[in-house]
């Protein structure tokens, strides 16, 4: 909402700089972004008046013109068109500051000789003067305008651009924010005197007014005026307008317009010739009616819509547009005049479905108050008479079902204390209160019942009294204090505790956290790892968001590709984050995973030589080393075997060099190497990428954090080392099971693994070292001996095991 | 016999001075002092002689021999002293070569903010919530006052979620953390005191300051007797710790439809204190969150007395946080996820 400081002027007196003002405006809740001067460089311009106009001794087409400037004469070389003895110009001496009509650059004007004549300074257009793109000839000024007087202060402005919550639509109105500045100055709002002649005959024998649907037309109020010459509005009008960024049209447009920057109120005015009957019905639209909006746009309207109608059919789209066919045009000479309060839902609805918003419609859906159609049309009528002639007719048509009385609340002392923590006297509150228009009769020594006017609407209970008391303060002058009193009891979130732990042991273990989004395209999720149905989002802002993902993996997988673009070194990335599955009936599943991937080499390019490739191992060495801190014992086994998982994520993983993460028979998770199809599907730069994912609901149910300390044992360990010969089929950890199921064994480390010619051929060698330790005495060779071949003993029945010769 | 040892001195001194290492002296030593050495074969030459002359010779050869081991036993002291040195140099490097590389993993900067700030509020009481991202339009906007065809509702594009036919409630992806606010009252009773991190969602063309996905962390305090001072200490006390004691902290009054009355907080920009830049939109202050008391008609939609209980909000953009702190001027990069924007902090 721009409001024109000199329009505003008409209703408070602005006793603070305009600065101040306006940052007083912005700490009450309406937020000044900014304020436009007008005319702030138009020095040394004034006003002339062209008093002679000569033919220039050397050129055809320029003049020599005489301008008046009051106290002096100046005379000028100009070759405009519209020069004219008795015009009022906009008169620049040498040294003002003008805009080049040609570049659009700011210059500075110099005395200047054209064609041998001395010209003492310009004669400006409009274009010149930065006020408009307009160039066709000089400004021409209303004939009023006072001769010699700086331009500046006659044209000059200053507009302040206001941010209006959608709670207050009395403050998109002059006279609103005249009550704000009241409060906060402590002056007194002068409203406009409306007075004018009803000459016209009995308004009820020319028109009528009928509401079909009061729930959704509060009230509506007609006046008419009939003989009116229909013209350009007065500069002085057409110069407000323009300061509050609206087109001036014709005087009857301009007065509605004028008249509800003034209060507030939109106000719609038909050609009453087109009115058919003279009849106005408000009413729902019926299914399929038609109607051309004032933008030319044909509309199918529905019964939804809240339509204007005559005797006949739909005339305008109420509160939001007037139709084309009852439009105010330059030979109309008879007005009906609108001033209506509509539902607010129902004006929001039908301005969204037809994608129309208007200045009224944005005041209509914030709902202003019925109380204000009076007063508004009276005022426009008014305007109509003064400034279009014609007569009104007598009275004014109000059909007025929605009347309430005026709301009234009981405010007391004790209640602004126990929300704003600050003791305020009763006469302060009373004193704000009836600044700001509201009607205050003490009831009692800390109480006092408060009548709300009309146009706040927005003021509705006692904490809503409270926060103009404190927002008139201003909340620099509540107190600062700390929140005091009993803490609730806190409750841990399991879930959370256990991401977090994670998400800093991932940071430990070197990798990367990336946030990636939740909505993802069908393309992407469908790429990999999709395991069921997706939620989908009903109006997209694009393709490429469109579905809520179901897995992590296939974002992790496209910010891998893109930096592999750039990164010489291994990439270890990971997210947790949540995926989303439909629910039945409820809102939907949202887990909470851990996914991670690396690729490339483990070490960067370095002097101190290569490390190979990411792969497989390093990914279950992550989880490992994750299981390990959180005391998980996890099982590892393929997924191609007996999977649980859906076949999109089988076919994501190499089939051979994968595994499902398995605690206590529950699977929490996958882990292993992307099928090589993926490196094409994801523009992956290297063939290898090894990945984990773990749901951490799943994973919670298995750890344990409750440990128990056992001593280090005092007895020295001694460890001893197996060659194995086994069938290349049996999985290291059959192996590791029966060796560790030993009492006196406490660690086994597998540090080499052999299949070729040395050995037969479906077999494979392994190196193990096996540590044994007493708590209570130190073993003997003969002890150490006895449990190795217990050992082996084992491992040849159940595995088929031998020493290797 | 006694010139033959002065002999031999001369010569074992001469020899021992000539040894360059350890094992040269080690040789030396048995030559001279060993036990078939020359030193030996002169003493073993004594049991020929009379008495007095092997008294003569024993007291020498034994002073001799004494001599050398002390000459043997500071040579081998220098030695030592020589190849360690010679070691030392050796083994030098060129320190000016990088080290081993050590993989350094890091939170993505808006973990860091979110971890930051809740840790701030975890210190003064406020317990660390989290809620659904997908959720009824009940919790997302009716129960927050704003009912259907409201036109607070532009202040929140939303994404809608495409639900079966027969579905009577709205589905949306929330638009706040304010959801959560409903969800903790309806779960337990005052005093309340949480704060809710979040990914939040707006139906909005993203460009440099506008992301359709971004973080909240939302604030909620219920009791009897907490004021709007409250507020203003609470919040004051968090923007103190998080921008540094030395920030100006403003209070202004400003509209959401859950509270009343309503705040927006800001603090004077560290770039120009106050003067106005390209950082501040040329006001001095830069919005930091929006609060305000609890309103009255969500109090009584979750059976709180508003007459008992009063209570304060607020709502805070993370992005915003590390983009002022790092200058960060598109809010796109945090989840772009590029390796070489997310390296830097
Ligand atoms: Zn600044």
Redesign the pocket.
């Given at each position: 909402m721009k409001v024109s400081s000199n329009w505003l002027r008409e209703y408070i007196d602005i006793t603070l700089p305009l600065k101040d003002l306006a940052h007083r405006l912005t700490m009450s809740g309406t937020e000044v972004d900014s304020i436009e001067v007008i005319g702030e460089a138009w020095k040394g311009i004034s006003i002339g008046e062209i008093v002679a106009v000569e033919p220039h001794p050397n050129a055809d087409r320029l003049k020599l013109v005489t301008i008046d400037l009051g106290k002096e004469q100046a005379t000028v070389v100009c070759g405009a068109p519209n020069v004219r003895i008795g015009e009022k110009v906009p008169f620049a001496r040498v040294g003002s500051q003008l805009v080049d009509s040609r570049t659009g650059q700011t210059f500075e004007l110099r005395p200047a000789t054209i064609r041998d004549v001395a010209s003492d300074g310009m004669a400006c257009s409009e274009k010149e003067l930065g006020i408009s793109e307009s160039h066709e000839g000089l400004m021409i000024l209303p004939p009023a305008a006072p001769v010699g007087v700086p331009l500046a202060d006659y044209l000059g402005d200053a507009v302040l651009d206001l941010e209006v919550t959608p709670n207050r639509p009395d403050c998109l109105s002059h006279i609103g924010i005249a009550w704000e500045v009241a409060a906060l100055t402590k002056r007194h709002v002068r409203l406009p005197a409306v007075q004018y002649p009803e000459e016209g005959p009995d308004i009820n024998s020319l028109i009528s007014v009928e509401i079909e649907d009061p729930a959704l037309c509060r009230r509506y109020c007609a006046s008419f005026i009939e003989g009116i010459q229909v013209g350009p509005s007065p500069a002085w009008m057409q110069q407000r307008l323009a300061a509050c960024g609206m087109r001036p049209i014709n005087n009857i447009v301009d007065i509605t317009n004028y008249v509800m920057l003034e209060y507030g109120q939109p106000l719609h005015a038909f050609d009453f010739p087109q009115v058919g009957d003279g009849k106005i019905v408000v009413r729902r639209a019926a299914h399929g009616e038609k109607l051309t909006t004032l933008d030319g746009v044909d509309r199918t309207l529905a019964p939804d819509m809240l339509a204007i109608a005559d005797s006949r059919i739909p005339i305008a789209l109420a509160g939001v547009m007037g139709g084309a066919d009852t439009e105010i045009i330059d030979i109309s000479r008879t007005v009906l005049l609108e001033s209506a309060n509509f539902q607010p839902a129902s004006i929001r609805r039908t301005s969204t479905i037809l994608k129309l918003r208007s200045e009224a419609s944005v005041r209509f859906e914030r709902g202003i108050s019925p109380d204000l159609a009076l007063p508004a049309i009276r005022r426009a009528t008014q305007l109509i008479v003064e400034l279009a002639g014609g007569k009104a007719a007598r009275g004014i048509v109000d059909v007025y079902p929605g009347q309430s009385e005026p709301c009234t609340i009981l405010l007391t002392c004790s209640a602004v204390r126990g929300l704003l923590g600050i003791d305020m006297k009763m006469e302060q509150m009373v004193d704000i209160l009836t600044s700001l228009g509201f009607g205050c009769e003490v009831t009692g020594v800390a109480e006092v019942k408060v009548t709300v006017p009309y146009w706040r609407m927005d003021v509705r209970q006692r904490v809503d009294l409270i926060e103009e008391l404190a927002r008139t303060v201003g909340y620099d002058f509540i107190p600062t204090t700390m929140l005091s009193g009993r803490l609730p009891g806190q409750v841990l979130n399991p879930v959370v505790n256990l991401r977090e732990r994670l998400r800093d042991m991932m940071v430990g273990c070197g990798f990367q956290e990336i946030i990636s989004y939740s909505l993802i395209s069908k393309d992407r999720l469908n790429k990999a790892f999709n395991e069921r149905g997706a939620l989908r989002v009903a109006n997209p802002l694009s393709a490429e968001q469109e579905y809520l993902r179901t897995s992590l993996f296939p974002s992790l997988l496209y910010h891998l590709a893109s930096n592999q673009r750039h990164e010489e070194a291994g990439i270890r990335l990971f997210e947790l984050g949540r995926i989303y599955m439909e629910g039945d009936g409820d809102l939907p599943e949202e887990r909470e995973m851990l996914n991670a991937v690396l690729s490339g080499s483990r070490s960067p390019l370095s002097w101190l030589g290569e490390k190979g490739e990411f792969d497989f191992f390093d990914a279950k060495g992550v989880v490992d080393t994750l299981f390990e801190r959180l005391g998980v014992a996890a099982q590892f086994r393929p997924v191609a075997h007996e999977s649980l998982h859906p076949s999109s994520v089988r076919d994501s993983l190499h089939p051979g060099r994968s595994a499902e993460i398995v605690i206590e028979g529950t699977v929490v998770g996958i882990l292993g190497e992307t099928h090589p199809r993926l490196c094409e599907v994801f523009d992956l730069a290297r063939q290898t990428v090894a990945l984990f994912e773990i749901d951490i609901e799943k994973l919670l149910r298995h750890v344990r954090d409750g440990r128990t300390y056992r001593p280090v044992s005092r007895f020295p360990a001694s460890s001893r080392d197996l060659a194995l010969v086994l069938s290349r089929t049996v999985p290291v950890s059959q192996v590791k099971d029966i060796i560790m199921s030993f009492q006196l064994v406490t660690d086994t480390v597998v540090f080499d693994i052999y299949v070729g010619e040395q050995i037969a051929s479906g077999k494979k060698s392994l190196a193990i070292r096996v540590t044994y330790q007493s708590p209570t005495h130190t073993l003997t060779d003969a002890e150490v001996e006895e449990v190795e071949k217990a050992v082996l003993a084992r491992l040849s029945e159940e595995l088929g095991a031998t020493l290797r010769s | 016999m006694l010139e033959e040892l002065q002999e031999l001195k001369a010569d074992a001194t001469s020899a021992l001075e000539k040894t360059t290492n350890l094992r040269e002296l080690d040789e030396w030593r048995v030559q001279y002092l060993g036990r078939k050495g020359h030193l030996t074969s002169i003493l073993r030459r004594l049991g020929s002689m009379s008495f007095e002359e092997r008294r003569a010779v024993g007291a020498a050869a034994n002073e001799v021999k004494f001599e050398l081991e002390e000459a043997l036993r500071a040579r081998e002291g220098s030695l030592k002293e020589r190849e360690l040195a010679e070691s030392l140099e050796r083994t030098s490097i060129d320190v000016t070569l990088p080290g081993y590389p050590v993989a350094l993993g890091r939170l993505h900067p808006v973990t860091r903010a979110i971890k930051e700030i809740c840790e701030i509020f975890a210190s003064m009481g406020f317990q660390v919530v989290e809620g659904p991202e997908v959720e009824w339009d009940y919790y997302n906007f009716e129960a927050l006052n704003i009912p259907q065809d409201h036109p607070a509702r532009d202040m929140w594009d939303t994404f809608w979620i495409d639900t079966p036919e027969d579905e009577h409630q709205l589905m949306l992806l929330r638009t706040h953390t304010s959801p959560m606010q409903i969800r903790l009252m309806e779960q337990t009773r005052p005093p309340v005191r949480a704060v809710v991190p979040g990914k939040v969602y707006r139906y909005e063309a993203t460009d440099a300051t506008h992301e359709s996905m971004f973080h909240q962390i939302e604030g909620l305090a219920v009791d009897q007797g907490i004021t709007l001072g409250d507020l203003k200490g609470t919040l004051f006390e968090f923007a103190r710790r998080l921008f540094g004691s030395d920030r100006k902290v403003r209070f202004r009054c400003d509209y959401f439809p859950f509270v009343e009355p309503g705040v927006e907080m800001a603090i004077d920009?560290w770039?120009?204190r106050g003067a106005?830049?390209r950082?501040?939109g040329h006001s001095?202050w830069i919005e930091i969150l929006g609060a305000g008391m609890v309103h009255p008609e969500v109090l009584r939609r979750v059976n709180y007395d508003p007459d008992i209980y009063t209570g304060f909000a607020f709502g805070l953009g993370v992005e915003r946080i590390p983009m002022l702190r790092y200058g960060i001027d598109d809010i796109r990069l945090f989840f772009g996820n590029d390796l070489r924007f997310l390296r830097q902090f």
């Open positions: - | 920009c770039i120009c106005g830049c950082l501040c001095g």
